[in-house]
């Protein structure tokens, strides 16, 4: 999943500048389950943003609509009217979420409201952990179904390098120490008996799947309708 | 490790020759003053084989390690060219070692990187485009096959540098440490220079397994030493530096040296002098280590303690160029 965490409210507040009316969009999917911008986040910063206007001697209009899917133009479609009604669309959703509303109603002014992070997985309540680095290539099949691109501070292939310690990376502080994922990788395979896997250098890799080859686009021909094109 | 790949670095022919090498390290500055460079170079001359020159050491900004390579071979030093994965990516690691060799350097060490929330600049990107294992197969590419990384042809003449990595033996995981290392010499590292040693039982433990595994048949292993300032110098490394491993009886006898002398000035010379001390017994100890064929010698920022170090520990003076290898001019 996306996850993401909400922006500092003082930063939501100057990018919502002086609009009076303030349309609240949130994303019912990755937003959602990491608690930073479902229909629940929505409507507390909403009520935060009449409450900060009210503050001021100001008053916004500040309305909260929360969508099923913001990536999807369809389900976009359900709020024309009242983006088209608002002064700034404060979007909930991850950078996808803002992109897409920007795209469909381009006279619209939106902001961002959330930071996306990374995408990961839960790790206990309350914590998410980064797991992929959508680079393009997946190498999890050869270093132990984890990651070395997004887990490795430094992105090596043939880890871990002289900075692992008890199992926690180099990078960071106390209990902000990452696992070291050549640790991980290490152990995983030993256990599995598969440290052959690893024993022969790793090539450099070919970032061009990545975002270094420049925005990514798929095209699945098989999927194309006739009539509906795409957008470049 | 093999000098016959038409390099010219003195220290590929040190290490040919049989000889115990010497390497010692060169910090350049946090400014743009070449005579800091020229001033520790002669500190540094006939005390070693060849000078590593640090390429932003700690992910701190310095002068360039080609740039202070230069004047270091000015002053009769043949520098160990240090790169780092970190600030660069293939493209320029490339054109920089093209360029490095033009200026004739002759011998790289090819790192990782210390990670960029060390130093100075934490908000940086790093790059990490290749990792140290692909680079060492990329400087040795450039020399065996005459090729770039992509493949591509050199059209007229390639670098052909010695090829150095580094190798931790106290990181982590330790039974995994032999095997990385042979995975260096299976890129085609020429050299391994070691992160500091101060337990001599663990790093035995470790050149015991490389032995078996026949690394030390493919290159040659320079040990790492360095002395302590201080005992506060010691205790942060124990307790502060990932993947060091210092002893507790070190660090009780660099805090024993100091204990009784009110003089401060008096305290420091003690401390220092038995810094030096525990260096040139772990030096005498690691030349009896078998697969050891040299010590690489880091006084960071001390650069006056390895001439004393080199002496104590009957390493001077080093041996004569072999002059049809020499690469580099006399000492002037």
Known sequence: ???????????????????????????????????????????????????????????????????????????????????????????????????????????????????????????????????CAACGNCLLGVTGGICPIARCAKQLLNGPCGGSSKGKCEVGTGDSKPDCAWQLIYDKLKAQDRLHLITEVAPPKDWRTSRDGGPRRIVREDLKLPSTGGQK | MNASNGTTSRLASILKHGHFAVTTELGPPKNADPEIVRAKARLLRGCADAVNITDNQTAIVRMSSIAAGVIARQEGLEPVIQMTCRDRNRLAMQSDLLGAYALGMRNVLCLSGDHQTFGNHPQAKNVHDIDSMQ???????????????????????????????????????????????????????????????????????????????????????????????????????????????????????????????????????????????????MIGELREIKGVAGIHLMAIEWEDAVPIVTERAKLLPRPALEPETSACPPPH
């Open chain 1, 1 to 131: 999943m996306i996850v993401a965490e909400q922006k500092p409210l003082a930063e939501i507040r100057a990018l919502v500048g002086d609009a009076k009316r303030v349309l609240v969009v949130g994303c019912g999917t990755c937003v959602t389950v990491c608690f930073a911008g479902g229909a629940k986040e929505a409507g507390v910063l909403g009520s935060l943003l009449r409450m900060g206007a009210q503050l001021d001697g100001n008053v916004k209009d500040v309305s909260e609509v929360t969508v099923q899917r913001q990536c999807e133009r369809e389900y976009l479609d359900g709020i024309r009217e009242q983006v088209e009604q608002a002064d700034a669309v404060l979007s909930l959703g991850c950078g996808i979420g803002v992109q897409a509303i920007a795209e469909q109603f381009p006279n619209a002014i939106v902001v961002p409201g959330l930071n996306t992070s990374f995408l990961g997985k839960p790790a206990a309540h309350g914590e998410w952990v980064e797991r």
């Open chain 2, 135 to 281: 680079l060492v197969q990329m400087v040795v590419g450039l020399r065996d096959r005459g090729c770039f990384q992509c493949g591509e042809e050199i059209k007229g003449d390639n670098p052909r540098f010695f090829v150095g990595a580094a190798e931790n033996p106290f990181g982590d995981p330790f039974d995994w440490r032999p095997y990385r290392l042979a995975k260096k010499a299976k890129a085609g590292a020429d050299f391994i220079q070691t992160q500091l040693v101060f337990n001599v039982p663990r790093f035995r433990e470790f050149m015991r397994r490389v032995v078996d595994l026949g690394v030390t048949e493919e290159l040659s292993i320079l040990a790492g030493v360095g002395p302590l300032k201080s005992p506060a110098a010691a205790r942060y490394m124990r307790d502060q530096v990932p993947g060091m491993d210092v002893p507790d009886e070190i660090v009780e006898r660099m805090e024993a040296a100091g204990r009784g002398i009110e003089d401060k000035k008096a305290r420091t010379a003690a401390y220092r002098e038995t810094g030096i001390q525990i260096c040139v017994e």
